[in-house]
């Protein structure tokens, strides 16, 4: 299968640890006979240098005419980058936001998962990481309030700012049949997370979301109020299979659970549209500061691309060959710094790529 692929290195390490994936993804084409053909863009702060937004219509287009993204990362030091002097709309996430919205990306898939191996990098007590868990965050990714209509007026000299959260039926139904879809592939249970004691939008989603489950009968689905949920994601973890919230929910959630594994730059994510294209990232940033020393964990990166070939292009097998070689480099003890323990051997980003994709097997 001829597979093509538009790769954004971006800012900071994306541009390493795209090339770890790269690296990957070659030898699952020549382990399983798929051929790989790549064609790079920019976004972001690199777009910004080069052409002075973050993202041009012709790299859109570029997007569209690919059957799937994988990114690395965007984004600089916003205290020290020059990119954040520049209005908001022309910011390197002003890039990534643009992307999703002209792909229509509303699906974002973010798992947090914690490794038996990484254990000990789990911030909470042993007696709670000791059950393990698997969840996956469902995150509505064009919607809410993130595209409502937003501005800044003055009213009687006093300055006043708003923000829109609206949702449709539609876009909530959408993204429930996603997260339900998902949970029959899991363990059959969904979470649903809003504020129905509080928003309308979210009696609107609650509403919706159980209407959506009535098609599901296998799923448990239970609803949950986001801040209990950010109380119930440190108390116990392992109660959550799919995670289905709104986009502000969703960012703030999926970086708590991801905290709570203890080891980010294992991360995976998927942004998925409603046919077979998606976009996908590892869950980390940019970290500038550790940029082009060869120290960042492409691991993250490598198992986005895993839901790339899964997702994507349907190929399964080859998507478990690349878990499979995470999971072996862990237990050899392969380890880059960020998840390094004592007695484990230190490896650069670039030897890890190596070693993993060495370990592709059919
Ligand atoms: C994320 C990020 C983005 C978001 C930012 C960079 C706009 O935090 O992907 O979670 O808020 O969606
Ligand atoms: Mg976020």
């Known amino acids: 299968m001829k597979l093509n692929i538009v790769c954004i290195p971006g800012d900071g390490i994306g541009p390493e640890i795209v090339a770890q994936a790269k690296k990957v993804l070659d030898k699952v084409g020549e382990v399983f006979g798929h051929e790989m053909n790549y064609t790079d863009i920019l976004m972001g702060g690199a777009s910004i240098d080069a052409y002075g937004v973050p993202l041009t219509d012709e790299a859109i287009a570029t997007a569209k005419a690919a059957d799937a993204v994988l990114m690395g990362s965007i984004g600089g030091d916003t205290n020290t980058s020059p990119w954040y002097k520049l209005p908001p709309e022309k910011r390197p996430e002003a890039g990534l936001l643009g992307i999703r919205k002209a792909l229509n990306l509303f699906a974002n898939l973010r798992p947090a998962v914690l490794y038996p191996e990484l254990k000990g990098a789990c911030p909470l007590k042993e007696e709670i990481s000791g059950k393990g868990f698997d969840l996956l965050i469902m995150r509505e990714l064009t919607g809410g309030l993130y595209f409502g209509e937003r501005k800044t007026v003055t009213e009687n000299g006093m300055k006043k700012a708003i923000d829109t959260l609206t949702y449709t039926e539609e876009e909530i139904r959408r993204i429930a049949v996603k997260g339900f879809d998902i949970a029959m592939k899991r363990r059959k249970k969904v979470t649903s997370v809003d504020k129905a004691n509080v ?98 964990n492409p691991i ?63």
């Open 300 to 362: 993250a990166t490598i198992l986005s691309a895993s839901m790339m070939l899964r997702y994507s292009f349907d190929l399964d097998k080859e998507a478990d060959a690349v878990d499979a070689a995470v999971d072996r480099v862990l237990k050899e003890g392969f380890r880059t710094g960020d998840i390094y323990t004592e007695g484990c051997e230190k490896l650069g980003c670039n030897a890890m790529g190596d070693r993993i994709a060495e370990r592709i097997v059919a």
């Open 199 to 296: 928003l309308d939008s979210s009696r609107l989603w609650r509403a919706v979301v159980n209407e959506v489950a009535k098609d599901y009968p296998e799923v448990t689905l239970e609803h949950m109020l986001v801040d209990n949920c950010a109380m119930q994601l440190v108390r116990d973890p392992s109660q959550f299979d799919v995670v289905l919230t709104e986009n502000m929910f969703g960012d703030i959630l999926s970086d708590e659970a991801s905290m709570v594994t203890g080891s980010i730059g294992m991360l995976s994510s998927a942004s998925l549209n409603d046919t077979k294209f998606g976009l996908y990232e590892p869950s980390h940033g940019s970290a500038p500061d550790i940029a082009g020393k060869d120290l960042a």
